[in-house]
């Protein structure tokens, strides 16, 4: 929902009645909707679980630092003729534009910091194939809809189990078969496991690739800062002259 979005709803009567849509239902949203509805009934069309049983779902457990060239190399399948890739973040989105388009593979970006113009520009040349691979971020591809959409990949997965459910809705549509496959590193198996707790089965592992995860427990680096108390509490060189 934009701001004029927000703005349209603070001009109308208070008195009124609302209806609010949304894919997925994740706690941000529902905060949404409570400002802006007085309490609302709930209508589901399908249970948030209820993933698409024709969609084929695999995972891939990789090192964070991998996943540029494996990405590479599942588009190497020359079935995967067109993809949508996932990301959390538009600056993850922009970088694994730039590295598709260094090995000539023909990708666009559609997130927040794009122009509407932008945005329908890419979706228009993905639909026509001539952009093979498009990489969004959840909230800017909420809406999309694609006809024939066969691959979904989640180059990182979402902290949000719903929204793991939205994006591999993407493909599998009106009874056409579908594959999801995620890229999952040592930090994302929370993820991953609140994810299979949800749809309520294990997502089969591709272990046969050239990426395994070696990298179990990564260990952040914290950036280390100037000590100035431990720096003072050293005596200075007249200060020792003094005392001898």
């Given amino acids: 929902m934009s701001f004029s979005s927000l703005k349209i709803i603070a001009a109308l009567p208070r008195q009124r009645q609302s209806l609010f849509f949304s894919a997925t239902m994740p706690p941000e949203i529902i905060k949404l909707s409570n400002t802006i509805l007085h309490r609302p009934v709930k209508v589901e069309v399908t249970p948030s679980a209820s993933t698409v049983d024709i969609v084929n779902q695999f995972v891939y457990f990789v090192d964070k630092g991998n996943k ?3 990405l590479l190399e599942v588009l190497k399948d020359p079935a995967i003729k067109s993809a949508l890739v996932f990301t959390r973040t538009k600056h993850c989105a922009d970088k694994v534009v730039k590295v598709l388009a260094k090995n000539n593979i023909r990708t666009e970006a559609i997130h927040g910091n794009k122009s509407q113009m932008a945005r329908q520009r890419a979706l228009s040349n993905f639909k026509a194939q001539t952009t093979r691979v498009l990489v969004a971020t959840d909230i800017a591809s909420r809406g999309i809809d694609i006809e024939d959409m066969e691959f979904v990949i989640n180059f990182e997965i979402s902290n949000m189990p719903e929204t793991y459910v939205h994006r591999i809705g993407r493909t599998g549509r ?8 995620s890229f999952c590193d040592a930090e994302e198996k929370a993820f991953l496991k ?3 707790k949800l749809i309520g089965k294990k997502i089969p592992v591709i272990d046969n690739h050239p990426f395994p995860l070696i990298d179990h427990n990564p260990v952040k680096k ?3 800062q100037r000590n100035m108390s431990h720096r003072s509490s050293r005596p200075s060189v007249r200060a020792a002259q003094n005392r001898s």
């Fill in 194 to 196: 609140d994810i299979e």
């Fill in 174 to 181: 009106a009874g056409a078969g579908g594959t999801a496959y």
């Fill in 68 to 70: 540029n060239a494996l």
């Fill in 222 to 224: 914290v950036r280390q």
